[in-house]
């Protein structure tokens, strides 16, 4: 809208120069509408700081599953909020900040509202985009309007604390100098540091600025150094524990069969964040009403994490060649993983979803944080295992691989800047293009050979396994292992 009244009045002062009339009253009025917007814009913000977001449900720390360590750090942290007496006896520099970092939906909010909760503050919540505008000053503007807002609203509940919660501080923080319309960006910033700096003066209020982000290496450093975002808090992915625990607080409300294991269903659910296994719970009562049940089951809860993976199911259904060749392609992969690491698949399935045909689903033994090349290594030969039992059974190859063979790329890049590839320890971006191209091809040359070699004596085994699948749709771990230890007389 802006844009198109700047244009339009550009196009007037044209014209009228052109006709040498008196631009002066013209200027004038621009100048008056351009405030007007500039206010309208502060109008919005307010809004949006008070109204929409402040309201959330009230949350303890009890309500968010895992991220003890977390939980410790920022507990930590507000014992300064909490105890502001005992913090200025011992002459102890005010906490003004914590930065929690984390990817998306690991509880970072969820975090800031039970602290909120905890000390008895009121909480205020914005998200960093809410600061950026075109024209220069107005962020600037805002962040000084959030902070006498947080203040007054304190004031108004009759708190002596208040949360200011900033999302994606990544975007309001960013360090400066970096954005093309850098002006806008620096002075918002800059605003938010004059800010911090002037809190907890002697108005008998004290403020903890709470930013999250997903991306530190973008903020500024300044906003990280002593006195301002004092104490960085990582919140990551949940771990095996958390998991489990996440799972039952979101199937806590809802009406569960009783002999479900959710250890079970957070082993498989590796990777997942918070925000996903909310997901997963809602999704598993919507299956199990969809089939008319009264209670969920652990089928509903295994069939919601491929929902949650993969998408929807789709209403297409490949003609049967194509089902003969996508049902070979994941016996394939299933096959070489079982064979590299057994017990490792939970489910094969030909259910269209999403963008995927079919999938395997695969079930970590434990969680893994590092990796060995001989991991990453087996992690490519099970990529790799879907075209090369096309190749066998089929006698050639087809594009259904092309999502397999970019990650088996990706993985082999990870080899070769880890330092565990032939070329020893390298800085992957000097690398001559050429040099690289050839490393990962030989990578992967390895390991197709091995995945050759492996499946050349079990062709009636694919075929054997592909026919249930296409039959069934799927195949459990379980009866895949049985299959493999019927036809091989061992397991894999
Ligand atoms: P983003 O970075 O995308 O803003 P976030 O880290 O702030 O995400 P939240 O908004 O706190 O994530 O979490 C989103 C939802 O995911 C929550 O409302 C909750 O349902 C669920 N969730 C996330 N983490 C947890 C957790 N540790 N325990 C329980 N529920 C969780």
């Known amino acids: ?226 006195g301002r975002f004092d104490r960085v808090v990582q919140v990551d992915l949940p771990d095996l524990e958390g998991r489990e625990q996440i799972l039952e607080l979101h199937l806590h409300n809802k009406p569960v069969e009783d002999n479900i294991s959710l250890e079970k269903i957070a082993r498989e659910t590796f990777g997942f964040s918070g925000a996903h296994l909310e997901s997963l719970a809602n999704e598993a009562a919507i299956l199990a009403m969809r089939e008319g049940r009264r209670r969920i089951g652990e089928k509903h809860l295994l069939e919601a994490i491929d929902k949650v993976i993969m998408g929807e199911k789709l209403e297409r259904k490949p003609g049967k060649e194509e089902m003969w060749r996508i049902a070979v392609h994941e016996t394939g992969h299933a096959l070489v993983s079982e064979e590299l690491k057994p017990g490792s698949v939970s489910q094969v399935t030909i259910t269209p979803r999403g963008k995927a045909l079919g999938y395997v689903r695969h079930q970590p033994e434990r969680d893994y944080y590092i990796y060995t090349a001989d991991h990453l290594e087996k992690q490519i030969a099970v990529l790799l295992g879907g075209t090369g039992s096309e190749k066998l059974v089929l006698g050639n190859r087809s594009t259904g691989s092309l999502n397999d063979f970019k990650q088996a790329v990706e993985l082999a890049k990870k080899i070769i800047a880890a330092g565990l590839s032939s070329l020893g320890v390298v800085s992957i971006d000097d690398l001559p293009v050429g040099l690289l191209h050839r490393t990962i091809q030989q990578i992967i040359a390895v390991q197709e050979k091995r995945v050759a070699d492996l499946l050349a004596s079990r062709v009636d085994l694919i075929k054997e396994i592909a026919r249930i699948i296409i039959e069934k749709e799927k195949i459990s771990g379980d009866t895949l292992r049985r299959h493999i230890f019927s036809s091989t007389g061992q397991a894999c």
Do not use: W
């Open 1 to 226: 809208m802006r844009e198109l009244f700047a244009g339009v009045g550009a196009a007037a002062v044209v014209i009228l120069l052109y006709y040498q009339s008196n631009l002066i009253p013209l200027l004038i009025l621009a100048g008056v509408l351009l405030l007007l917007f500039n206010f309208s814009g502060i109008k919005t913000m307010r809004l949006t700081a008070v109204g929409k977001r402040a309201h959330g449900k009230q949350i303890s720390f009890n309500e968010i599953g895992g991220q003890e360590t977390a939980k410790k750090e920022l507990l930590e942290a507000l014992d300064f909020v909490m105890k502001p007496h005992e913090v200025k006896h011992m002459g102890i520099r005010p906490l003004k900040g914590v930065m929690l970092v984390g990817p998306p939906g690991t509880g970072k909010t969820l975090l800031a509202k039970a602290a909120a909760g905890y000390t008895g503050s009121s909480f205020l919540s914005v998200a960093g985009s809410e600061f950026i505008e075109v024209y220069a000053g107005v962020g600037a503007q805002r962040v000084r309007q959030l902070f006498n807002q947080c203040r007054q609203k304190a004031k108004n509940e009759g708190r002596n604390s208040a949360i200011l919660f900033i999302d994606e501080i990544d975007i309001l923080g960013g360090q400066r100098g970096r954005h093309s319309s850098h002006l806008e960006y620096d002075q918002t910033l800059n605003q938010l540091l004059v800010e911090m700096d002037g809190l907890n003066g002697n108005d008998g209020l004290n403020i903890l600025v709470i930013g999250a982000t997903n991306r530190p290496e973008a903020l500024d450093t300044a906003l990280l150094r002593p």
